[in-house]
């Protein structure tokens, strides 16, 4: 049987309750045609470090211009701690025992 992999989706504060993430990085997600890539940007991919575990992820936010970019992180001169809004973890390859994971999310906030 075979059954589409985004039918299964969990909360993200079901694996990471506090919610809390260490922003990391950002990087635009580009359209491709024809497969090649173009100026079109479709969301945003930020990595992240859960406050607690440590564990490394990316989120990615479909939106038309980052919330925070590459400068804002780098000139922030601390530590930038965000949340994310209705965060989606889910499948997309489960083989062997293991299951490789994306996560979708509306929206990023800076938590002050």
Do not use: H
Not at 7 to 30: C, E, H, K, R
Not at 80 to 91: D, E, H, Q, R
């Amino acid at each position: 049987m075979t059954v589409e992999n985004n039918v299964f989706s969990i909360d993200l504060a079901q694996i990471f309750p506090t919610g809390t993430f260490a922003l990391l990085d950002s990087n635009p997600i580009y359209e491709y045609a024809d497969g090649k890539r173009t100026e079109k940007v479709l969301g945003t991919r930020y990595s992240v470090a859960d406050k607690d575990t440590f564990k490394n992820f990316d989120v990615k936010v479909k939106e038309a211009k980052a919330t925070i970019d590459k400068t804002m992180i780098s000139n922030a001169g601390q530590r930038i701690w965000v949340s994310f809004t209705n965060a989606k973890v889910m499948p997309y390859s489960i083989k062997y025992g293991k299951c490789d994971c994306t996560v979708k999310a509306d929206a990023i906030k800076v938590i002050k």
